[in-house]
């Protein structure tokens, strides 16, 4: 789990998290986010799993993350 400590980040933040993580659970990806200070965005892509969320939504990956 996550440390109580707020992160120093000051860049925005994407966390993009794959239904199928195996590593990080949606749940430790949505505390990261939510411990996060704006601005942020939070992705769910269906199906992916810990690295291949461009796999999984292309057409998104290229609209979210390389805008």
Known sequence: MLTAHRPR????????AGTADTRTSIGEAREL??????????????GAAHVDVESYAPDDYRRVVVP
Do not use: I, N, S
């Open 9 to 16: 980040v000051t860049a925005p933040l994407l966390v993009a």
């Open 33 to 46: 986010f939510d411990r996060a200070p704006p601005p942020k965005q939070f992705w769910t892509v269906p």
